[in-house]
Structure formats: structure tokens, C-alpha cells
């Protein structure tokens, strides 16, 4: 079985644009999260979705938004992108019969901000 | 959330018991401890979690305090694989609402 799956792996921007992340949940998941983690330190959370509705969001500021689609699969979008938005961002899928913090995460998308 | 405090570093031989401690002192009675590691360059691997009871699995055995304001992630035979940053998090369980708060948590060093 595929586990969750991120695309793209690595990206490079530019201040100023904006950048949109892909994840695949684990089939059979319907809670996806996000998490940021700048290097050096522990995943932070930005969002989370369960069928398709948002249930929880961090301190980030409105540039970043997110949606899950009816299969559960998952965006994430960051506008105006800065330099501190550089980061691995992680996203992961649950199923909420185990526990909905009981996150299997995939391997992230590395963001570069230039 | 409760706050943990983790050590930020700590060795094992391979092949020994690996304990890495944590402690959750401000924990509320719905708050479960939660284990987690990432290997360098992936993302986080669940390990184990717990409410109260000891509770063991394939991977590690959870020990938590009665007065549950610490606990201690074992690896009983500590591989080289085995080395991380372990994350322990304290969170409600509340169903279908999830997030997690990982602090920086303790980087283990397996050596032969």
C-alpha cells in the first residue's frame, strides 16, 4: 500500500509568488494535516482537515490556505511567499478510528524561498 | 496544549535498552503522551502513545508514571537505525480533531 504521497519533493521560489503543495492521503483516511518545519526545529501545525471541512488551524497567517477534495486529498497554498517560508512541509493522513493524532506523515516537500 | 520537556541529546550503545525520558507536569486528565521520531531528512514515524497504563508494541514500550506527569519511551534493543530526534507530545484525544505541538525533543545517538 502507497503511504501518503507529497509532490512536489524539492521547489525553489522567488519572493513574492506563491506556491501550491499536493498530498495523497493513506486510502481510507479521511484526516489530512499540515505541518511547517523550519530548520533546526520540531513540525509546527498549520491545518487541519477532516471530510473536507477545516477542524483546526495554527498561528499562520492568512497567506496560507488550504482545502481537501472530495477524495481526500489535500492542497496547500502560500501566497507572497517570504524567506521564512522556507521550510519542509509536511503533510499527514489519519484515520480517526485509531485516534486522529495518530498521523502517518509523508516525506515532505522542501521549500526554498530565494 | 501541556508543555513537555525532553533532554536535548542523549547516546546508547546498540543493543542496549535505549530510555528517553519526558516530562508533562502541567498534563490534563484527557491528554494522551504521544511518541514520535523522524529520522534525518523524513517525516515523522508514529511510535506509541498512551493515557495512563503502560502500553507496549513492535516498536517500544511506553512507561507512564501514576501520577502521569512524566513518562519514558524504552527501545529495548537500540539498533543504528534507531537513531532520531524522538518527539513526545501530550494532546487530547478527541476523535476526528487533530494537532500536535512538537517541541524540539531529544536527538538519540546509537554507536556501536
Known amino acids: 500500500d502507497a503511504g501518503v504521497t507529497q509532490s512536489p519533493t524539492h521547489l525553489i521560489k522567488t519572493r513574492g509568488q506563491h506556491v501550491t503543495l499536493r498530498c495523497s492521503p493513506i486510502?481510507?483516511?479521511?484526516?489530512v494535516s499540515w505541518y511547517q518545519q523550519v530548520l533546526g526545529q520540531g513540525p509546527q501545525f498549520i491545518f487541519q482537515?477532516?471530510?473536507?471541512?477545516?477542524?483546526g488551524r495554527g498561528n499562520f497567517p492568512d497567506r496560507f490556505s488550504a482545502r481537501q477534495f472530495p477524495n481526500y486529498s489535500s492542497e496547500l497554498n502560500v501566497n507572497a511567499l517570504l524567506l521564512g517560508d522556507s521550510a519542509l512541509y509536511l503533510c499527514?493522513?489519519?484515520?480517526?478510528?485509531?485516534?486522529?493524532?495518530?498521523?502517518?506523515f509523508g516525506a515532505g516537500s522542501r521549500l526554498t524561498v530565494l | 496544549d501541556a508543555k513537555t520537556t525532553q533532554p536535548p541529546s542523549m547516546d546508547c550503545a546498540e543493543g542496549r535498552a535505549a530510555n528517553l525520558p519526558c516530562n508533562h507536569s502541567t498534563i490534563s486528565g484527557n491528554e494522551y503522551v504521544y511518541w514520535y521520531r523522524q529520522i534525518h531528512s523524513q517525516g515523522p514515524q508514529y511510535i506509541i502513545h498512551?493515557?495512563?497504563n503502560n502500553e507496549t508494541n513492535e516498536m517500544a514500550s511506553l512507561i507512564i508514571t501514576e501520577d502521569r506527569k512524566s513518562s519514558t519511551l524504552i527501545l529495548p534493543h537500540a539498533t543504528l537505525r534507531d537513531t532520531a530526534v524522538y518527539y513526545c507530545i501530550v494532546s487530547p484525544n478527541t476523535g476526528t480533531a487533530s494537532k500536535l505541538t512538537f517541541g524540539t525533543g531529544t536527538r538519540l545517538q546509537v554507536t556501536l
Open positions: 499527514a493522513s489519519s484515520m480517526t478510528a485509531s485516534g486522529a493524532n495518530v498521523l502517518t
Open positions: 482537515y477532516y471530510e473536507k471541512e477545516e477542524r
Open positions: 498512551g493515557l495512563k
Open positions: 486510502s481510507g483516511h479521511k484526516s
